[in-house]
């Protein structure tokens, strides 16, 4: 087990909250592993730790998702599944874990070269699905994801070692000004917060509804968002964005009437599969974490989602 003085990414531990220069590379292999994205496009992903992709996927296909999404989140069998987080002071769904393996359309949508082939390229590696979700985000119930880092409870929580994953959301809906849009802070993905206290066992029973460790400090996070900015992912559905997985990101709680909901696949390169967590922790379900199912994704040579 690394110790926390040896790990360069601790956080978590007893000490106060830090800022860390990232070690690791953004863009792998110099964006030439794969071609699915223009040198420009790669250059704004390296730059700012995020890249949007309007209107990627047709509406005909996104309809076919949001049809499955709904019936998995309307069928008792999945509501009654651990996979499956409703909102805190509701039984609205909230996310449905390990979608990739509880629908074989979003199992089909982890392969398909407008978006892997982008993970293949950025990452430098064959990938594989470390983590998928569903966020329904409902009109009027849908909370707010507090700011935090992806890669900041990966690697406490799961053992990731390296900062080479990242994370593909496919907008459902349209993501608009009032319904709580991805909200991401340029340039963040360089700088590592170490955050204060320590991890309670099975955390993450709690932090899929509301996450309380883990979650940066006030002033760490002000001088992020002084150095540049906070974005909002808006965008048609079928819009396609891409994060890094230690891009600070947030979205505020939905009071519009309309739903945000999103698809989230989390691509981890093959080199940088999970080790064990930090501090003695156990390790999270498999439905959080891939470790059992670690298999590099082929390419699906049509493009077309459905039919
Ligand atoms: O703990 C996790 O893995 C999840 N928590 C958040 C807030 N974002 C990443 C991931 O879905
Ligand atoms: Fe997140």
Redo the contacts with the bound molecule.
Sequence with gaps: MISPAKDRYASRTDRSAGIVARHDPVVYEDGRYADALSPEQVQAYDRDGFLLLENLIPQAEVDALIAEIARMSRDPAIIRREECITEPGSNAVR?I?MVHQLSSLISRLTRDPRLVNVARQILGSEVYIH?S?ANMKPGFKGKE??W?S?FE??HV??GMPAMRAL?CSVLLTDNNACNGPLMLVPGSHRQFISCIGETPQDH?KH??KK?EY?VPDAISLQLLAEQGGIQAMTGKAGSVVFFDCNTMHGSNSNISPWPRSNV?M?YNSMENVLGAPKYGLAP?PEH??TRAGVKALTPLDALKLVG
């Design positions: 996310s874990f983590q979700r994801f507090y935090h992806d409870t990966w929580e799961d994370s993450y932090s899929l996450q883990g989230f989390v999270r959080i974490a």
